[in-house]
């Protein structure tokens, strides 16, 4: 058996074919390779850039140097990242967007739209203007760059989609969990880094009726302006405070499994296309939807979210309660644990007495080098069960609250044993079992799917079988 070196190397390798975009390519119709063939020879440079062909989709030459120009956008290194490693990749893309097609994946323009504003917003952060943008991207006009940057994307999304796909059909038992454990020999059990889990109590301050009311007031006065003309989409971009969805106006796509918070759904799926709800309050704020369409069991829809302002003597009452909570702790008259169950504010750890989840992991442990940045701040000097301070604290919508933490148990780096670290070796067996099954998903298309390559190329030693060898 090979070494968990080389084990977890590869799976480095899937991890980055799932997750780095290199999304460089551009799609090109049979109808314009047809017309490159029929080309004057005064104009047959073009067919000549053409290196290979996957189903529908084919790749230039220059893709490979768009990619290269892709990836140190984004602030990767291409040292050591060949042309031919560079193809296998395209073509691994060409061939997961031409099955999305055939699997009949939908993605569609507003999600592509989305996805646009996005990136353009993240490149504009880090080059400087949309003008700079434009000429990095070697175009013309920003018409030109936002239709070359459409097809790109939904390229892409179709990619994932069909990545996503793959694997969400990947599903493995304990006995294949036990089984991928006991292959293993002593020199190639993994080793798990430091680990610590962790505790908190949320302290939110009160809000008043008076700024609840202008919320409200807020809210109705778009709902007025949107029935007489106004773009929702504009209203949400310019005052939306809900960061995953203002961008784009507000937009998001939902069913009845989607996770949003009840309060949300109930609203939304009582609404008639083309209907504005009235303002209505959830954990996050208040809100207002806008149903633009039912397309059988999903909604595609726009919302604006306000959050009332909290007064600086809110922040200090909710200061003052959290010291008092802690001394109370301190003082032995509640444990940590029932002081979060009785007097914590946040509902999704107030069940388990506080206890913390990993949301990358769905376990309570956090390995130290990959936790959060702004918690392992918060937590790395505190000894075992000590509380820390009432930390002003901030939510990804904004929100201010304030925060006890204590560190309720440490873990050692360790030699992966079964008993103790189940999770993490399920998610690598699971992690080998998806490998394996993307392996058999590209054999099985590979052979299905009309594939060429051209010229110098050919010579390539590919990781799988374009070459049908």
Known sequence: MKSIHIKNALLFFVLFLFNTAINAQEIIKDTVVAEVKKATPSQRQKIDGVIATVGDYIVLDSDIDKAYLEISSQGGSVKGITRCQMLGKLLEDKLYAHQAVQDSVKVTDAEVKSMMDERLTYMIQQIGSLEKVIKYYKKDTEEEFRSYFFDILKENKLTSEMQKKIVDE?????EEVRNFFKKLSKDELPVFGAEMEVSQII?????TAIEKQKVIDQLNGFKKDIQEGSSFATKAVLYSQDPGSRSSGGFYKMTRKTPFV?????????LEEGEISAPFETEYGYHIIYLEKIKGQELELRHILLSPTVSKEALEEAKQKADLVRKRILDKEITFADAARSLSDQKETRANGGVL????????RFELTKMDPNLYSQVSNLKDNEISMPILDETTSGKKQYKLITVTNRINEH????????VKIKELALKEKQINAIGKWFDEKIKETYIKIIGEYRDCKFTNNWLKK
């Open 357 to 364: 989840i990993n949301p990358n992991t769905q376990d309570t």
């Open 415 to 422: 030699t992966a044993d079964y008993a103790q670290d189940y």
């Open 262 to 270: 009840k309060e949300f759904k109930d609203v939304a799926f009582d």
């Open 170 to 174: 990947v599903e493995i038992t304990p």
């Open 203 to 207: 302290i939110e301050p009160k809000i």
